[in-house]
């Protein structure tokens, strides 16, 4: 949990504070700081003390953008590569942390993320030409998100060209 949190903040510090209530929710014990330090030191350990820097008022994991698939993902998205980004997905965002409650607003605006390069690569492929098979495709999508505009609209442009 540590890394993770410490990853959605790459390259920012994140406060102890914030990094205590990710890993104890809101029943952090007594030597709550303590362990965070102990954590931190193991993580060290195994990344090395230049990645992971204690700075005022927590902690900072440093990250090359080439290191970490979601600053590639919105570089290549930026970039107009909207396939390359979607294939940097594996399956849902966070997924082993769904249940956890500081993961919900990351999975959140990551699948958002994940949406908005499927949004653009459809519109990408429809320019393209490419209505007739991305019907399915979008139908499919629809019923996946079925509140998602902009989905509906491609789909009935698809439909109509």
Same mark, same amino acid.
């Given at each position: 949990?540590?890394?993770?949190?410490?990853? =959605?903040?790459?390259?920012?510090?994140?406060s102890?504070?914030?990094?205590?209530?990710?890993?104890?929710?809101?029943?952090?014990?007594?030597t709550?700081? @303590?362990?965070? #330090?102990l954590?931190?030191s193991? =993580?060290?350990?195994?990344?090395?003390?230049?990645?992971?820097?204690? @700075?005022?008022?927590?902690?900072?994991?440093r990250?090359?953008?080439?290191e970490f !698939?979601?600053?590639?993902?919105e570089?290549?998205?930026?970039?107009?590569? *909207?396939? !390359?980004a979607?294939a940097?997905w594996?399956?849902p965002? =966070?997924a082993? *942390?769904?249940?956890?409650?500081?993961?919900?607003?990351?999975?959140a605006?990551?699948e958002e993320?994940?949406?908005?390069?499927t949004?653009?690569?459809?519109?990408?492929?429809?320019?393209?030409?490419?209505?007739?098979?991305?019907?399915?495709?979008l139908?499919?999508a629809?019923?996946? #998100?079925?509140?998602?505009?902009?989905?509906? #609209? #491609?789909?009935?442009?698809?439909?109509?060209?």
């Amino acid at each position: 949990t540590l890394l993770v949190v410490l990853l =959605l903040e790459a390259n920012r510090v994140g406060s102890s504070g914030t990094l205590i209530d990710a890993l104890w929710d809101e029943a952090p014990p007594a030597t709550a700081h @303590k362990a965070l #330090q102990l954590y931190v030191s193991q =993580l060290r350990k195994v990344l090395g003390r230049e990645r992971v820097q204690t @700075k005022a008022p927590g902690y900072l994991l440093r990250l090359h953008p080439d290191e970490f !698939d979601l600053a590639q993902c919105e570089h290549l998205r930026g970039e107009g590569r *909207f396939r !390359d980004a979607l294939a940097l997905w594996r399956g849902p965002a =966070l997924a082993e *942390f769904a249940e956890e409650r500081f993961a919900q607003v990351e999975i959140a605006r990551l699948e958002e993320l994940r949406l908005v390069c499927t949004e653009e690569l459809i519109d990408t492929r429809l320019d393209a030409g490419a209505h007739a098979e991305l019907v399915g495709e979008l139908e499919a999508a629809v019923q996946e #998100q079925p509140l998602r505009e902009r989905l509906r #609209q #491609q789909l009935m442009l698809a439909l109509y060209r």
